[in-house]
């Protein structure tokens, strides 16, 4: 019987990202969860932080009768890197594509430090994710993404989500995330993966060289993916499925 897979997905994105590798990997019983306020609404009383969100992948994870095989993209990649460092009991393996915001260095990407901002963060977010569906898809098509998954993604994107973002970015903001990474030895507990997509022209999870830092330090294997870019639930999922199936392979025996 295969080992539970679960899949965390990030901004701004909805969990209708995971078509194409939950196809590529052939895999009809994959979960994906959606952290409250991607894909699903939060409550009033969520705390969209980095902490709030850590808490409750860990709760979901809670749910599952034996550890599983966890994989996240994106934001959801800094929420599985931070289960694998304080919930190693809950997972079997895991696999993250957003090391390097761990890194000493890492330095927010630009539109990052926008929504950090009071004032210009909500002025970015309303026009990001409050426009008619045709202005969002421009969005999600100006960041990389094409297709149906990216139609679901587009059709994804609201006021909600906005908010998440700014109260998410704004918990996350230097020396957050530079601290949590002192943490990454912790990782060592179970077998990582370090996915690093090495055609990411925004680099907006880090550089190749503060994945690979990031990745070393957790003790995670190393995946580099030539020709693979950020977006690459959506747009290059093969490799990343060849290089998932090959790791749990070693880890089957």
Excluded: C
């Excluded at 094409?146 to 059709?155: I, S």
């Excluded at 680099?203 to 994945?211: D, M, R």
């Amino acid at each position: 019987m295969a080992v539970p897979l679960v899949l965390v997905h990030g901004n701004p994105e909805s969990p209708g990202v995971w078509g194409p590798l939950i196809a590529a990997l052939g895999r009809d019983d994959a979960v994906s969860l959606s952290p409250p306020g991607f894909g699903v609404p939060a409550s009033d009383d969520f705390s969209a932080t980095v902490d709030g969100y850590r808490e409750w992948l860990a709760a979901r994870l809670e749910q599952f009768r034996e550890p599983v095989d966890l994989v996240g993209h994106d934001w959801g990649g800094a929420h599985v890197a931070q289960i694998a460092m304080t919930r190693p009991d809950l997972i079997r393996s895991w696999a993250s594509d957003a090391l390097g915001l761990f890194a000493p260095d890492y330095v927010w990407h630009a539109r990052a430090q926008v929504w950090q901002q009071e004032g210009a963060g909500e002025a970015s977010v309303k026009e990001l994710f409050g426009g008619t569906l045709e202005q969002r898809l421009k969005v999600v098509g100006a960041l990389g993404m094409t297709g149906p998954a990216a139609e679901r993604v587009a059709a994804g994107m609201d006021d909600g989500m906005g908010r998440a973002v700014l109260s998410l970015l704004r918990s996350a903001a230097q020396p957050v995330m530079a601290d949590a990474g002192r943490g990454l030895a912790k990782a060592r507990q179970r077998p990582g993966l370090a996915l690093i997509a090495l055609a990411d022209r925004d680099q907006a999870s880090g550089t190749p060289a503060q994945h690979r830092f990031a990745g070393e330090a957790a003790g995670a294997e190393i995946a580099e993916l030539p020709g693979v870019g950020h977006w690459w639930p959506v747009t290059d999922p093969h490799p990343v499925a060849r290089a998932l199936a090959a790791f749990w392979s070693r880890l089957d025996g």
